[in-house]
């Protein structure tokens, strides 16, 4: 079994280190404030406290950094006391936050420098996949490294999808973020629609069920009619990914991807940003 260190624990890394611990694995955790009460009932038993980064690092076989975007992401990594000061030969670094494609880059080009194996692999799946180990990962690095770490990845996830080098699993979760954010939106805006043509809206909502159906529909739908508690994604993080995802797109016309940014940086702006991301349907009070 492996030691792994969790840096930041928020919904995602409080699920990975729960599950990490259940299949036998030494959990050492981080986090950059203190936890709440509810953050720390669920600390699996046995899991040891860093004081630093760079700590939990030195301790490691395997990190996981789950942190909220890149200026928290940066501050773990970088400096005297972040995880490239304390991690040895041979650690395999992982993020699983959703950056900006950017600073993935230059995260990785300092991996390289001191020769420490680095994957970007976010991860899908909301609060349910991690309480449950049923995350699906999406990994840019080394395919041959990914192989190795089975036993880790296994205890987090139900499935891994490798898109190619370093970088790739940032871009493909930020196209897959844009799109179920657009779903999200649009659910909400075909609701409004069928309210004003005066149709039963628990008829419709049953019926979009069915079709189009899939997952987004369903998380739109069941969260329109009962927001949920805990949230699964706040509206500030969905910002956020459509943010990067804008950068991402370069200088071309995405006139959706334009559209669900700014439903979601109005929702933010209206001070609703931590509430979860179906907020984006319903009207402010």
Known sequence: MAVVAIVG????????????????????????????????????????????????????????????????????????????AGARPGTVLITSATLSVD?????????????????????????????TGNLTMLAGGDA????????????????VRHFGPVGAGTRFKLVLNTLQAVHMAAFGEAMRLAAEAGLDLGQVGAALLERPGGVVTKLAHDNLVSPPDPINFSAEWAR??????????????????????????????????GEDWSVVNRPAS
């Open 103 to 131: 600073w993935i880059a230059e995260l990785a080009a300092a991996c390289a420098k001191q020769d420490l194996p680095f994957l970007d692999m976010p991860v899908t799946g909301g609060a349910e996949g991690a309480r």
């Open 144 to 159: 041959a490294l990914l192989s190795g770490l089975d036993p880790v990845l296994g205890a987090v996830a139900r499935q």
């Open 240 to 273: 956020k990914d459509l943010d990067y995802a804008s950068r991402l797109a370069g200088p071309d016309g995405y006139p959706f991807l334009d559209a669900v940014l700014g439903a979601f940086t109005r929702v933010v702006a209206e001070g609703r940003g």
């Open 9 to 84: 624990l928020g919904i995602m890394g409080r699920g990975m280190a729960a599950n990490l611990a259940r299949e036998g694995h030494e959990v050492v955790l981080w986090n950059r404030s203190p936890l709440r009460p509810e953050a720390l009932s669920a600390i699996p038993a046995g899991a040891r406290m860093a004081g630093t980064p760079a700590e939990a690092a030195r301790r490691a076989d395997v990190v996981f950094e789950v942190t909220a975007d890149d200026g928290s992401s940066r501050a773990v990594w970088l400096g005297p006391e972040g995880i490239l």
